[in-house]
């Protein structure tokens, strides 16, 4: 009786040895494949950055096997330089091997952008299950977007009430929920909401041109002129933990440009100035960011820091245009004349 049931313990064993090798193997193809379709990626308009750390990425993955942080880092340099389809296939082995929040949400965009309604859903589900209380709320406003662009107003005035029992004040929900009014043709309550968005962020003249609108719908041409004349036109974002985690892994050189420009329109020039020192780091060799850091020097008189920046512009750009005149303009300041027309003359 014993010799079988050893017999049959070592057999088990044999088995369960075998069938993991198998999962392994099928693991490691998965993997292999996956690389190969990633390789396949053109990365030639990405700038030297991105391209560079997409490169380390990929070179490690492909030597050392599976590892998190860099499927990450490759899905979200992916995502942020448009190339969905490598992303959506990163982030689903993400979000099988781990239980984040953040995977799901990332696929759910990348599936709204392609009209993938019933999978962003699916996705959206998902990703509740898994989020916290307050991430919640993204992911409820991404479903609002979806059955907005669905034409299911009802069903996204319900999700807003939601929203609003997490976080009141989210200045998202209030976009979306003036944008309801608007579709809605409820006019006075869309300029309502409009105008307590714009009071709360002066600088977000995009609210201009859909206020403008409810305006016109409520028969009030000349406020909609004044609104009009003044539209900003660009994109309307909305930062949260998840996009600002996306951008500054995924392309943090666009991300840092984007947030400078921000500071520099505030007049905020100190923190501008500590942004483009960060940017260098990861462009040392571009000279419109040293012009640009002159510049933040020159704003709050710092003349010695401002030609040195203007001069290190040169070293990697001897025709930088801007770097010469800027360079001029701080030598009459000093009132080195003969270098201020030295450099007039070359601009």
Known sequence: MKKPIKQQLILNILVFSFLIIISGCGNDNQHISLMNQVRKVDISSWDNYSQTEFKQSLTQSEENGYNQSQYEKMALICLTHGELDASQQLLSQLSKKTSIA?????????????ERYEVAHG???????????????????????????????????????????????????????????????????AINGFEKLIKKLPSYTQFFSPLASAYRMCGKPEMAKRFTQHHTEGLLAFPNHFSNRKEN???????LKNDIKALISQKEFMSATKLLLHLIKLQPNNDSTYVNLGSMYFQTKNYIKAE????????????????LSNLGTVN??????????KYFKKN
């Open 332 to 341: 009459v300041i000093k009132r080195n004349y003969k270098d201020a027309e």
């Open 249 to 255: 892994i995924g392309n943090p050189v666009s991300f």
């Open 123 to 189: 996705l959206i589900i998902n990703g509740l299950a898994k989020a916290s209380k307050k991430d919640k709320t993204l992911f409820y406003l991404l479903r609002v977007q979806m059955l907005i662009s669905l034409g299911e107003f009802n069903k996204a005035q319900i999700t807003l009430k939601k929203i609003a029992v997490i976080d009141k004040s989210n200045i998202h929900a209030q976009y979306l929920q003036a944008q309801l009014h608007l579709f809605n043709r409820d006019c006075t309550n």
């Open 102 to 114: 953040d995977y799901y949400y990332y696929l759910a965009e990348i599936a709204l952008i392609q």
């Open 308 to 323: 040195s920046a203007y001069t290190q512009a040169l070293r990697i750009n001897p025709k930088n245009i801007k770097a």
